[in-house]
């Protein structure tokens, strides 16, 4: 899911570095120049990618910390 993420990050950090060369760069996400709708949903998609990428390895590394635990409890 990190992975998938990467990408789609990119896009947009280079969209936004894109239209801040523009003359009215410095105004976007403001009421005169607000960011397009696909870039909020994409900003979604990306952070909850992120987020749920973050989790799972979270989730991972405890169980895998609770699965050593009880094998060396059994020694």
Do not use: C, N
Request: hydrophobic residues 50%; positive net charge; charged residues 20%.
């Amino acid at each position: 899911m990190l992975a998938s993420a990467v990408p789609i990050w990119i896009g947009l950090l280079w969209f936004v570095h894109e239209v801040r060369k523009s003359p009215f760069g410095y105004e976007f996400g403001s009421i005169a120049f607000p960011r397009p709708q696909w870039f909020r949903v994409a900003t979604i998609v990306a952070l909850l990618l992120t987020l749920f990428g973050l989790r799972w390895i979270l989730i991972d590394f405890v169980g895998r910390r609770k699965r050593t635990r009880i094998s060396d409890d059994s020694h």
